[in-house]
Nanobody, 118 residues
């Protein structure tokens, strides 16, 4: 399984960005996909996850601001990030696996940097 993430960049506080992640390979290996992030000096944390059936889990810290969605035909997930704040600055990683929606998958994308700053 390979994951290709894109969409990061520099945005001002209050702005929006949309991340995309395309999965390729054995579809049975990525029934659950999601986004994690890691800020400098901090541990990697889950942002949101989605199952192929459409169930989602979103971290409390981004609830109401970020939305995860997916397109099964394209093997792609999206993270729409609105009302961004400086604390959202991090490298965002796409993650995929065959386990439960609350579990961390075994596959990782290359990461895309999101910087929220004036």
């Amino acid at each position: 399984v390979q994951l290709q993430a894109s969409g990061g960049g520099l945005v001002q506080p209050g702005g929006s960005l949309r991340l995309s992640c395309v999965a390729s390979g054995d579809r049975t290996e990525f029934g659950v996909m999601g986004w994690y992030r890691q800020a400098p000096g901090k541990e990697r944390e889950r942002v949101a996850s989605i199952s192929r059936g459409g169930n989602t889990v979103v971290a409390d810290s981004v609830e109401g601001r970020f939305t995860i969605s997916g397109d099964n035909r394209k093997n792609t997930i999206y993270l729409q990030m609105n009302s961004l704040i400086p604390d959202d600055t991090a490298v965002y990683y796409c993650n995929a696996g065959a386990g439960r929606i609350n579990s961390r998958g075994r596959y990782w994308g290359q990461g895309t940097l999101v910087t929220v700053s004036n």
